[in-house]
C-alpha cells in the first residue's frame, strides 16, 4: 500500500495557477510511475498527465499541453503539478496516482494507488 496525499488545490480566476503536490503518507514514490487524473462532475475520470519513475519521460493530455507541467521532486518523492493559464473547464478533483510498472500509460486502471483528491475551481 502507498497511502497518497494530494495537497494545493483551491479557487482561482481563469488566468490564475495552481501547484498541487503529492506525497506518500508512508513509504517512497521513488519507484512508482506517477500520474495526475482529473474527474469534473457527472463527467468520467480523465487523465491529465504522467511520469516515469526517474522523471525523464511525461505524457500530457492535449489539453493541458503547454500549460500544465508535471515534475519530481529530487529525492522522487514528491510529484507535482504546476497549473498555469487555467480555465474554467479545468475545475474537476484532480487525483494523484501510482503505478508499479514502469511505462507511462493514460489508463486510469493500470494505476494501483490513488490519494482521495483536491478540488480544483476555476471561476471565469
Known amino acids: 500500500q502507498v497511502p497518497l496525499v494530494e495537497s494545493g488545490g483551491g479557487l482561482v480566476q481563469a488566468g490564475g495557477f495552481l501547484r498541487l503536490s503529492c506525497v506518500a503518507s508512508?513509504?517512497?514514490?521513488?519507484?512508482?510511475?506517477m500520474g495526475w487524473f482529473r474527474q469534473a462532475p457527472g463527467k468520467e475520470r480523465e487523465f491529465v498527465v504522467a511520469?516515469?519513475?526517474?522523471?525523464?519521460?511525461?505524457s500530457y493530455a492535449e489539453s493541458v499541453k503547454g500549460r500544465f507541467t508535471i515534475s519530481r521532486g529530487a529525492a522522487k518523492n514528491t510529484v507535482t503539478l504546476q497549473m498555469n493559464s487555467l480555465r474554467p473547464e479545468d475545475t474537476a478533483v484532480y487525483y494523484c496516482?501510482?503505478?508499479?510498472?514502469?511505462?507511462?500509460?493514460?489508463?486510469?486502471?493500470?494505476?494501483?494507488?490513488w490519494g482521495q483528491g483536491t478540488q480544483v475551481t476555476v471561476s471565469s
Open positions: 496516482a501510482a503505478r508499479l510498472s514502469p511505462g507511462l500509460t493514460t489508463n486510469p486502471f493500470d494505476f494501483e494507488y
Open positions: 508512508r513509504g517512497t514514490l521513488r519507484t512508482y510511475t
Open positions: 511520469i516515469s519513475w526517474n522523471g525523464e519521460s511525461t
